[in-house]
């Protein structure tokens, strides 16, 4: 039985929800038939995010690992295809960090591509009847903090584990006072599941068209 272990995000920047970990908790709870799951939350801090995420992966001792993140104003469902060695905050984390320009892994690659197959996993949640694409940016806040933090573990320590990243929409109770594209929180946990099993069943990616003109 394949082991996953998925990790959401404590909410942020005022927030009082964060659907990533409200989709994984609940992933967690209801797993896909044949996979074993385990879920973390991990704090919206840069360092110590990746610190809780070494943590659980050594507890659960995952073949996988889907970290989930918000992306709010995205409207679908994002496979990241690559996360790079930069910190550079728009916003403060959760501890009152705003690094700029600040290396992730000081004289470590600039960019690692994820090692899950992220064009099968996108047609597994488009199939599901859920809007779903390629993202070939993580952004620049933890969310790509923790992407490049898992990546750079799985390459130098954990070669036989595979992971990835996967942003998230809001949740409607998010956006009743803005104008902001949602997903119900049932929604993303579907296709968590998606994910989760295209993952576990697929070693080599689909072929299709997943760019962007920008």
Known sequence: MPRVLLTGFAPFDGES???????VRAAADEPPAGIEVSAAEL???????????????????????????????RPDI???????NVDDARIPDSSGAEPIDEPIVPGGPAAYFATLPVKACV???????????????????????VFYGLAHL????????????????????????????S???????????????????TRTDVRLAGGALH
């Open 43 to 73: 704090p919206c801090v840069y360092g110590a995010s990746v610190a809780v995420l070494r943590a659980a992966i050594e507890e659960a001792r995952p073949e996988i690992v889907v970290c989930v993140g918000q992306a709010g104003g």
């Open 17 to 23: 929800v964060n659907p990533s970990w409200q989709a």
């Open 123 to 145: 047609a597994a949640v488009r199939a599901a009847g859920l809007p779903a694409s390629v993202s070939n940016t993580a952004g620049t806040f933890v969310c790509n903090h």
């Open 183 to 201: 997903l119900p929180a049932a929604a993303v946990t579907r296709a968590l599941h998606e994910i989760m099993v295209a993952a576990a069943h």
């Open 154 to 181: 799985l390459a130098t320590e954990l070669p036989g584990v595979r992971g990835g990243f996967v942003h998230v929409p809001y949740v409607p109770e998010q956006v009743t006072d803005r104008s902001q594209p």
């Open 78 to 84: 994002t496979v990241e295809r690559v996360a790079i």
